[in-house]
C-alpha cells in the first residue's frame, strides 16, 4: 500500500531560535496550535526526547473536544523537533500514528520552516491534515507579527 507524505512550508519573520520557542513553550503553542473554527483548550508536554505531548482543541461553535497527543523523538535546539502524532479517541486511546519533523533554517529576514507528516494511507487522509496544519502553521506565522 502506498503511503503519502505531508510538507508545508513558511517563511517566518523572526529568527530560528524565536522559532522555536514558540514550539518549545506550551502557552505560546496553545495561541496558534489549531485551525480556524477551533481553539486550543488544553496543551501540555514534557519537552524532552522521549516526554510526551497532549492537546485538545475544542470547537469554538459546537464546545465539541478533539484529543490528539504523541512522543517527542528529537529536539536539536533551534533547528530541528520530531515528534509522533495521533488522534487519541475517547480522549486516551491512540489511532493510527505518524510521524511529524519540522526543521528551520535561518533565511533572509527570519527562518524557513519545513514542516513534514508521514505516512498517511490514502491522498485524501493527507489533504485534509494539509488544510488544518495550513491553517495552524498560518496562525503561527501571524503570532509573529
Known amino acids: 500500500m502506498p503511503e503519502f507524505e505531508l510538507s508545508l512550508n513558511r517563511d517566518l519573520p523572526a529568527d530560528?531560535?524565536?522559532?522555536?520557542?514558540?514550539?518549545?513553550?506550551?502557552?505560546?503553542?496553545k495561541n496558534w496550535w489549531c485551525p480556524r473554527g477551533l481553539r486550543c483548550a488544553d496543551f501540555t508536554h514534557d519537552f524532552r526526547v522521549g516526554g510526551t505531548w497532549q492537546a485538545?482543541?475544542?470547537g469554538t461553535e459546537t464546545g465539541k473536544s478533539y484529543w490528539m497527543g504523541g512522543r517527542y523523538l528529537a529536539i536539536e535546539e533551534p533547528a530541528?523537533?520530531?515528534?509522533?502524532?495521533?488522534w487519541l479517541e475517547d480522549g486516551?486511546?491512540?489511532g493510527r500514528e505518524s510521524v511529524i519533523s519540522v526543521?528551520?533554517?535561518?533565511?533572509?529576514?527570519?527562518t524557513r520552516q519545513v514542516f513534514r507528516q508521514s505516512a498517511f494511507e490514502?491522498?485524501?487522509?493527507?489533504?485534509?491534515?494539509?488544510?488544518g496544519w495550513g491553517e495552524c502553521l498560518?496562525?503561527?506565522v501571524e503570532s509573529l507579527s
Open 80 to 86: 530541528r523537533l520530531e515528534f509522533s502524532f495521533a
Open 56 to 58: 485538545r482543541l475544542e
Open 16 to 29: 530560528p531560535a524565536r522559532v522555536f520557542q514558540l514550539w518549545a513553550d506550551a502557552e505560546h503553542r
Open 138 to 140: 498560518d496562525r503561527l
Open 92 to 94: 486516551t486511546t491512540p
Open 122 to 131: 490514502t491522498a485524501e487522509a493527507r489533504d485534509a491534515h494539509a488544510m
Open 103 to 110: 526543521t528551520l533554517e535561518s533565511s533572509k529576514g527570519g
